[in-house]
């Protein structure tokens, strides 16, 4: 089976433009006008929305309009332009999306499980260390100054608590 560039640029964009849509309709259960004290909560996730759903179509016209052209060649900009007849993965291209794909999975099920804080540790963790080959003590070190920055603005900041956990709850971080 051999899906085109073409065909997955048009996809991609219909998804991500599903996306917007989803945003745009969740804002306006939330009121997308102004009010007496200002915007209502879905005005600007309701904005965001849009501008996704409006490059997504962007992207579509432009993979539509696109032609098929011959062997790769170089662009003006310095880029390559891909021929449609060549296919969009290879067997190589999509052990390289599973392998960036599966820990992210990994990491949304820890954190639904053991929290968002733990989650996120073990992934940039997980991402620097097994995938980009960094050393442990430097994985770990980032992993905690990216757990550290997050609870401060989400928490003290924002104060926007995020999903904690049985393992932070027990040592009474709530």
Do not use: H
């Amino acid at each position: 089976m051999k899906i085109s560039w073409k065909a997955m640029e048009v996809v991609t964009a219909a998804a991500t433009g599903l996306i917007g849509a989803v945003v745009c309709y969740g804002s306006l259960e939330n009121g997308i006008a102004w009010n007496s004290s200002g915007p209502e909560p879905g005005y600007f996730p309701f904005g965001i929305g849009c501008l996704i759903m409006l490059g997504s179509v962007g992207t579509m016209v432009q993979a539509l309009m696109k032609r098929s052209v011959a062997p790769v060649t170089a662009s003006a900009t310095g880029g390559e332009i891909v021929d449609d007849d060549e296919p969009f993965m290879d067997t190589r291209g999509f052990r390289t999306v599973a392998l960036f794909f599966l820990p992210i999975v990994a990491m949304a099920a820890i954190s639904v499980w053991l929290g968002l804080y733990i989650g996120m540790a073990l992934y940039i963790f997980y991402a620097m260390r097994v995938s980009a080959g960094f050393r442990t003590s430097t994985s770990l070190l980032t992993a905690a100054i990216v757990v550290a920055v997050n609870f401060i603005v989400f928490e003290k900041l924002f104060m926007v608590p995020l999903l904690k956990g049985p393992i932070l709850e027990y040592f009474g971080i709530y």
